[in-house]
């Protein structure tokens, strides 16, 4: 992710770690995740066009969030 990050700002990786932080590459990996899946469901190539929801078994979700809650 860093280099990517360090594309798209014009930055050196190691300027990323020391003026970035975590919340940082959160924003820009939820933002790059987004566009990555409106690019796919936008292509004319219906191969290439993904439902989300498909991308996640809901079985291991639910054991992840019981897992979590407790």
């Known amino acids: 992710m860093l280099h990517v990050m360090g594309e798209t700002y014009g930055l050196l ?3 990323i ?16 995740t987004v ?4 690019e796919k469901q936008n292509s004319k190539d219906p191969t290439v066009r993904a439902d ?7 079985k291991q979700l639910e054991q ?3 897992t979590m809650r407790g």
Request: hydrophobic fraction near 35%; glycine fraction near 6%.
């Open 13 to 15: 990786p190691s300027e």
């Open 17 to 32: 770690l020391q003026r970035g932080d975590t919340f940082d590459m959160l924003v820009f990996d939820v933002a790059n």
């Open 64 to 66: 992840a969030l019981t």
């Open 35 to 38: 566009r990555e899946h409106r």
């Open 52 to 58: 989300i929801g498909k991308q996640y078994d809901p």
